[in-house]
């Protein structure tokens, strides 16, 4: 872990032209390198904790660097918990980079990506469930799942975890302190308290659980493929959806050979769109690779957009596309609905089914509240997730299954020395979420996640 006495600095905007742009340091010596490059505009004696000051940044043989406003937040109040000073200048690319020369030129080094939030945590200001909110924050591709990380950076989750933990610590004492007097026996009667109040972390656990997938879709978005024959229209569809003609709209059957990603946002749920080669009988090798390559994306979508032409007949191939997602999530698209449509034929009948015009955009809007509706559900019940992350899933499934073994243990075999030891790892695993017990290894690659500046 990095070491906190040390002065760091980054711009804490993006490289790029804009308004302001920000250089912030953190760390002791912070306010004595503001004021050795910073000339407020009227005498400043004492720098004001979280005041702005109006001045010009200078270098060290005095010539004006910028124009500036600057601001010196004194530890504890700041984002990392140490003194923090931010050099608000202009937005130039150029600029900035003169301001952040001034201070490593001086001796201040650069921060690492991340390495303001990882001293926010060091510190004690937020837990590491609340540094990750803070990424997923600024990577958020949806109202819903900004909320979600929102939440989560306010603490909801930690909260909830020390909850646990308390009540699991309450019980290792009451556990441990029949393990100095192995000849006493732990009362029935008070057993009986520690099983039901750790039976009841457990089904809470397992309730925050339950509702992870519609988290992890709004965290991360949900995959969606794109599957047909050629000809059905399946690069329209994507066109349709994106608003933007993006793949190459042809007669031709199977021009689109290759597959096709776009990320969008569809009735509230972000969305990686993947149109594949239409599935077919091929001899054309190239055709072949992409059905090939179809059937193995649709192991891995969370949906399938199976799209068949409304208006003939269906085709063996259309057959075959159902067959190659069969086993997945499935909804039939059954498109061209602006033309005369054929009565479904079995199996397509059973399947569930929306009519669309990709051409003219009718259905479209049904579209994505069916897949919203099932994914993520209303607002209420994207208020009540809490694990969207598969790190806090896999520790929580650890907590779990230790409550379990130390459950069954009580009934058969409450041994107070083994029963410590299942409460101790339901412990550790929920203190890997907070940070209490992350390995190192862990916060590194978990910090090593955000950009500089952050
Ligand atoms: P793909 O091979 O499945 O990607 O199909 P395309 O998107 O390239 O569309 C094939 C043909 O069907 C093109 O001529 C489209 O203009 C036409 N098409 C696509 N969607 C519709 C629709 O909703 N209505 C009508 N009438 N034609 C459509």
Redesign the pocket.
Known sequence: MQLTDQTIVAPATAAGEGGVGIIRLSGPESLAFLRRFFTPSSQVDTFRSHQLYHGHMHAADGEVVDEVLAVHMHAPRSYTGEDVVEVHGHGGILIQRRLLDLFLDAGVRLASPGEFTLRAFLNGRIDLAQAEGVIDVIRSRSDAASRLAMRQLDGVLSRRIHEFRDRLLESLAFIEAHIDFPDEEIEPPHLSRVVESLTVVRQDIAGMLARFDQGRVLREGLHVL?L?????????????LLGEAR?????I????RDTIEESLVLGGVPLRLI?TA?VRDAADPVEAEGVRRSREYCATADLVLL?I?G?CEPHHEDLLALEACADRPLLLVV?????PQQTLPLPFSNLPAIA?????GVGLDFLSQEISRKFIGSGEAQESIQVSDRRHREAMLRCQSALDNFLAATSSNPSPEFLALDLREALQALGEITGETTPDAILDQIFSRFCVGK
Do not use: C
Not at 253 to 256: A, L, R
């Open positions: 794109i047909g024959r050629p000809n059905v229209g399946k690069s329209s569809l994507l066109n349709a793949a190459i709209v042809t007669e059957p199977g021009t689109t149109d239409g799209v032409d208006s498109n061209k609905s602006d033309r669309v015009s990709a051409k003219t």
